[in-house]
């Protein structure tokens, strides 16, 4: 599947995650913010992609339903579509916007719930979510990339910053020290609260034993 991402950029947030998933499932994903670089014309890479790709999905929102770019990308797919049947077009629902009366009839996929996993079963033709963790493993183990994992951050492949490999990395933490000590301070103004409520409803016999393992 080689799939053109149509969407507005206030809905990138919530299109990125699916998209990432669909490239580690094997399909060809060309979204505007990986494919187009510096000096290029957008106009024109739009164009050049809409007349190679296979898919488009449409990601439908407020804010693409309102998007010029968004209404031209589908129309034109929908035309290629009924023109020669070369394109698949595939509504991906984020709200509950309606779609427009041309889109109405088509299979259309819900990512409302924030579901991305189950959003890319059904997109690739997946059955279970153990079978869509495989796959993407699969791809991982493929191209051969030296990955860690590091705690408190994730999986890294390489430096975000300056691009070094993992292996070229170390972990480390810090402590912040300031909400440690209020911590500590909280945790000792409670446990004092604890002790002088004991020692209030205490018996004189179960006071002194409370001063004697307190003090």
Known sequence: MHAFISHNHRDKPDVKPLAAR????????????WEIRPGDSIPGKVNEALGLVDTVMVFWSANSSTSAWV?????????????????RVIPIILDDTPLPPLLESI??????????DRAA????????????????????EESGLEYRYFEGFGVIVGC?????????LNGWSATDHRRATCTQESIA???????????????PEENRASVEVNT
């Open 160 to 168: 975000p910053r300056c691009g070094a490999p993992s292996s070229k």
């Open 121 to 140: 079963r059904e997109l690739v033709g997946v059955e279970s979510q153990a079978q869509l963790l495989r796959l993407m493993q699969q791809t991982v």
């Open 189 to 203: 103004t409670i446990a004092g609260g604890k002790r002088a409520a004991r020692s209030d409803n205490a018996s």
């Open 71 to 87: 209404n031209t990308e589908w129309e034109v797919a929908l035309t290629r579509r009924l023109r020669d049947n070369s394109v």
């Open 22 to 33: 669909l490239r580690l499932l094997g399909v060809d994903v060309w979204l505007d913010s």
């Open 107 to 116: 299979m259309w996929v819900s990512l409302a719930d924030g579901d991305v």
